[in-house]
């Protein structure tokens, strides 16, 4: 939420030398994607990644998502799911509404960016974000987040009813030290509800997945992809 294509500096590298990557700037964040109206729901956000798949002509498309970005994959996998043929899902933040423990680690995140090193090592174990010892690479990806002024729908969480239609094959990475959720809990509901789905916990870290742990990020998306 916030972010743009400029988050994936460590994915799109990698992921690019073996498939046709697209970098999309979500529509009502910071970027080159062009608004023409206020985003009313979720309606909207699936309308509008249709829009994208039919601007670059291709039917169905296997889609990696982060946090609301996940959210937004799952609910274009439930409501146009011809259009989705794969998602790996980072951290996706579907489950529950950001708590004040989310919003206090994002903040402390974007302080510890521009504390001395010594502190950002510090507060990198303390938040289990590792990235933040990458300042360089992440000031740019975080930008947007608190320049431009935003209008997002809210993430509204998903039900069992909503989540039990998801058909496409998925990978679900969480953070085991997420602050969006209760990973272990989520991963149980899954086991119920998607059994089908491929879920894992990766200790160690929290909710910035692709920042903190990029080569086994990358290694998960192209291995399930190459499946399907």
């Not at 073996?18 to 062009?34: C, F, I, K, T």
């Not at 509404?97 to 507060?123: E, F, K, N």
């Not at 969480?157 to 997420?178: C, I, N, Q, R, Y």
């Amino acid at each position: 939420m916030g972010g743009n294509s400029l988050g994936w500096p460590y994915s799109s590298g990698p992921v690019g030398r073996a498939h046709p990557v697209y970098l999309v700037d979500p529509v009502g964040a910071a970027g080159r994607s062009v608004q023409t109206r206020p985003l009313g729901g979720p309606d909207d956000l699936v309308g509008w990644f249709a829009e994208v798949l039919d601007g670059i002509a291709v039917a169905a498309a296997y889609v990696v998502g982060y946090s609301y970005g996940g959210w937004q994959a799952l609910l274009s996998a439930i409501r146009t799911p011809a259009r989705v043929a794969g998602m790996t899902l980072l951290d996706p933040a579907a489950f529950r509404t950001a708590t004040a423990r989310h919003l206090a680690w994002a903040i402390a995140c974007g302080m510890g960016l521009h504390c001395p090193p010594p502190v950002r090592r510090v507060l990198a174990r303390w938040l289990h974000t590792d990235s933040i010892n990458r300042p360089e690479r992440i000031l740019a990806a975080v930008a947007g987040t608190y320049l431009y002024r935003q209008a997002l729908p809210p993430m509204v969480p998903l039900t069992d009813e909503e989540l039990a239609e998801v058909k496409a094959p998925t990978l679900m990475l969480f953070g085991a030290h997420s602050t969006m959720h209760d990973s272990a809990a989520v991963a149980r509901r899954l086991a119920r509800l998607l059994p089908a789905a491929e879920v894992e916990l990766l200790p160690g870290t929290g909710h910035s997945l692709a920042l903190d742990l990029p080569d086994l990020v990358n290694a998960r998306i192209l291995e399930h992809a190459a499946r399907f």
